[in-house]
Each structure stands twice: as C-alpha cells, then as structure tokens.
C-alpha cells in the first residue's frame, strides 16, 4: 500500500494538472460510469465466487465462497505478482475441510483457465487489432518497442507454464508425480517429504476426477473466467467514459482499450513488486495516451487502483481475522 500510493504522489506532483480536473463533468453520468466501474469488480468477485463453487462441487455456499474469494485476492495483493496468491489459495482451501486432491484440483485447474483464457484472448485480439493492442503509436510489427518485447515474452512464458500444468493435470499426472517424488528426496527438504509425496499421489486423484467431469463444468469453469477477466478490464472503459471530458467511444474503442488492459496485466504479470503497486500506476498512462489526456491520466489510474487493489487490502484485513477465528474455532471442536 506504501509503494502504491507513493508512487501515486509522486506522479501526481509530475503529471496532475488541476486544469484538468476543473474541466471534469460532475454530472450524472459521471457518477453513473464511476458506479458502473465499481459493479464491474462486484461481477468479477461473483464470478470467481461461482468459479470456486463449480470446481468445489458446491462445497461451499455463495457467502463462503465471496469470502474465501476476497482472502485469495488479499494475499495476491499483498504479493509480488510474480508469486500470486496460489500459494495461501492452497492454504485456505486446506483448512477448509477439503481433500488435499480437491484443493490441488481448485488451484492447478484455475491457474489452467486462467492462463488458457488470457492466452487466447491476446492472441485473439492480436490477430484482430494488430500491435495497437499492445500500446499506442505500434501499428505494425517493426513498431515493437521493449514494452512489445516485453509483453511477448511474459507471454510465451506463460504460455509454457501454461502447458505444463495442463500436461501435467490432464495427459501425464505421473510425469508431475515422479518429479514431486524426486524433490522429495533432496535432503533439505526432509521435513516436508511426507506432505510432498502425499500431494504427488494427490495429483493422480486430481486428474483422474477432472477426467471424469462433464463438457458442462468445463463450459461452466470457462464462462466464469471469461467473465471475471472481461469486466476487469472493462471497469477501465467505465473510467474512461466517467471521467474524460467528450469521450466518444465507438465499439472498436472499446475493444482496445480491453485488450490494453489485458496487454498491461501481461507485461506487469511479473512485478516484484506487491499486486504490481507503483508499476501498474505508472504505466497506467502511456497505454492509455490515445484515450486519456496526461492532465488527468493518474486521477483515472488512481481511481482505477482504489476499486481494483486497495478494496481488497482493506477487504481482506476486515475478514482475514474473523476467518482464522472460525478455522480455530473448528478446530477446537473437532478435538
């Protein structure tokens, strides 16, 4: 939250242009396309929710699962992107009374979709938008700047890992397995061998179940995702038609500006930095230079911010207490 909201200062000190903000309309669908940026995070948070219940089998009820949710999404944000919130995901699902192959299912297969949709996506919007998808001003291939080659790596990249967990999830569990069985042998890791090799069995149960499912949850797992990652990214639109004096946004408008989103997500992918603070700030500008004027860029990056990372650190610091509470006191009952 520091590095965030210094970096936020700094910026506004160099780039905020009170000129601009006087010029803002403090009209009515100002406040509508604010409110409406805000909903689109409220959906993403039901989405995932409707995720988590589907791969669950419906373990857990909607209020469960919107909890559960926001503590995922606390500890990506309290993360370097680089790590993400797998780690604590398996964590909290395990304290939840489920199997370790379910928890390692619910993980492993959301970090599939994820990178499955978001790969698609770019790809898509590539073949369709052409390098103007990336940033502003690259209209053809030879434009690629390092911002371009940094996209296209972190995507190859995760596009490998990608293929890995798939590989390893649904065509060869037992490659995962004799490689967890392997690590579990390095003596250093004597203490978690039990716990490794239980998982490297867990893995095979993983697979086989998810072979098991039907087309209509995996159709379910991928509409869901889609959903979540779309109105992301179209909260930005929102702001942009909120808050930019005489936006006139035509359908291809609007797909851009997505697609940047989404190109923005992929080159911040892997920040050392928590939730991408400072970075995602700072770039928030120059992928938006063609749609938002500099005078105002941070105002709308800011606003941006507040909705879709700093709700979830406050989120998660109201909650977080009150669910090691409940899981403590489940405990002390099942003794």
Wanted: hydrophobic share 55%; aromatic share 14%; proline share 3%.
């Amino acid at each position: 939250m520091i590095i965030g909201i210094c970096a936020v200062l700094w910026m506004m000190s160099k780039q905020f242009d009170l000129a601009e903000l006087s010029k803002l309309d403090k009209s009515g669908p100002t406040i509508f396309w604010i409110i409406m940026a805000i909903i689109m995070y409220a959906l993403r948070h039901l989405f995932y929710s409707w995720r988590l219940r589907i791969l669950t089998d419906k373990a857990f009820t909607w209020l469960k699962s919107m909890e559960l949710i926001v503590i995922w999404e606390f500890s990506s944000a309290v993360s370097p992107t680089s790590v993400g919130g797998a780690g604590v995901a398996f964590f909290l699902l395990s304290k939840e009374k489920l199997s370790g192959a379910k928890v390692i299912s619910v993980v492993l297969y959301s970090m599939v979709i994820d990178t499955v949709f978001l790969i698609l996506s770019l790809i898509t919007f590539y073949i369709v938008l052409g390098p103007i998808m990336i940033r502003p001003g690259m209209n053809v291939f030879s434009d690629i700047d390092g911002y371009g080659i940094t996209f296209l790596t972190v995507m190859l990249f995760m596009t490998t890992y990608g293929a890995i967990f798939y590989y390893g999830l649904f065509i060869n569990p037992r490659s995962i397995k004799r490689l967890l069985i392997i690590i579990s042998r390095i003596p250093l890791l004597k203490k978690f061998r039990n716990d490794l090799r239980e998982t490297a069995y867990d893995v095979i149960t993983t697979s086989k179940d998810m072979k098991q499912k039907t087309p209509a949850f995996h159709i379910k797992v991928f509409l869901s995702t889609a959903g979540a990652w779309i109105v992301r990214f179209f909260a930005i639109n929102c702001l942009i038609l909120a808050l930019v004096a005489g936006a006139d946004l035509n359908l291809w408008d609007h797909v851009i500006i997505l697609a940047r989103g989404m190109a923005m997500h992929t080159i911040t992918a892997f920040s050392p930095t928590p939730g991408a603070a400072g970075i995602a700030e700072f770039l928030f500008g120059g992928f938006y230079s063609d749609y938002i004027p500099v005078g105002i860029a941070v105002l709308i990056a800011l606003i941006w911010r507040l909705i879709s990372y700093y709700t979830y650190l406050i989120a998660g610091a109201i909650i977080i207490p009150v669910w090691f509470r409940q899981v403590s006191l489940n405990k002390k009952q099942i003794k």
